[in-house]
């Protein structure tokens, strides 16, 4: 069935390292993704979003990796902080004609040590 | 900066009972949304919501659920009679067009089941 999920359950990064996420879907139709941060005892926060007509897409300290050949989607943290210590996760957009619609994959805890 | 507000942040009700859990979504957001996520799971679609329609909903979102915007400013959820497995956080979120990732959330509405 169509899933999107993600590697590992946990990443350990030393302060200043950088980190990366990385994330499987298997629907090859998908084509707009994006990756949220999800701080203890808070909602979901939008970090960057791609389309599948782009592979790379920049933001502040993040970069979105897309590899549609093999259905895999990353997101670069460079020269983590402790204030990115977070449970993140990816997810498809399915837009239905009126609303967007997030399928979130599992999530995955980034900590930070000092 | 413009956000979403949920309340109650945390609601404890008997099996059976009914629960309204309220959302203010942001001032120019025409789009919403209700997710949810048991305890270290995934976040999960309920429904989505535009010109005081549902635009779409999820198997989870039976007959016991139903949404509604009573006024110019909130949105709620309620569920008519709860049970055991409706225990989770309620996120609400908001968005400005329809075919986006990038939703706002608020931090939640805790419901425990008992």
């Known amino acids: 069935g169509e899933s999107v999920g993600l590697h590992l359950p946990t990443l350990s990064v030393q302060e200043g390292d950088n980190s990366i996420i990385n994330c499987a879907y298997s629907n090859s139709a998908s084509d707009y993704f994006i990756w949220y941060k999800q701080e203890s005892g808070k909602g979901p926060q939008f970090i960057i979003d791609?389309?599948?007509?782009?592979d790379k897409r920049q933001g502040q300290r993040v970069t979105v990796l897309l590899n549609k050949t093999v259905k895999h989607l990353s997101l670069q943290i460079a020269a983590t902080q402790p204030g990115d210590s977070a449970v993140y996760f990816c997810?498809?957009?399915?837009?239905?004609?009126?609303?967007?619609?997030?399928?979130f994959g599992k999530g995955i805890t980034l900590s930070v040590r000092p | 900066e413009p956000e979403v507000t949920q309340t109650p942040s945390h609601q404890v009700t008997q099996m059976g009972q009914e629960v309204i859990l309220r959302c203010v979504p942001i001032s120019n957001h025409l789009y919403f949304y209700w997710y949810r996520q048991i305890l270290g799971q995934k976040v999960e679609f309920l429904v989505s919501?535009?010109?005081?329609?549902?635009?779409?909903k999820s198997e989870i979102f039976d007959d016991q659920f139903s949404v509604e915007r009573p006024d110019g400013s909130n949105f709620t959820l309620k569920i008519r009679s709860t049970k055991l497995e409706d225990s989770a956080m309620y996120f609400c979120a908001s968005s400005v067009i329809s075919n986006t990732g990038e939703l706002f959330f608020g931090e939640g509405s805790r419901l425990t089941v008992l």
């Open positions: 997810a498809e957009n399915t837009y239905t004609g009126a609303n967007s619609k997030l399928t």
């Open positions: 791609i389309r599948s007509n782009m």
């Open positions: 919501f535009y010109n005081n329609e549902i635009s779409e």
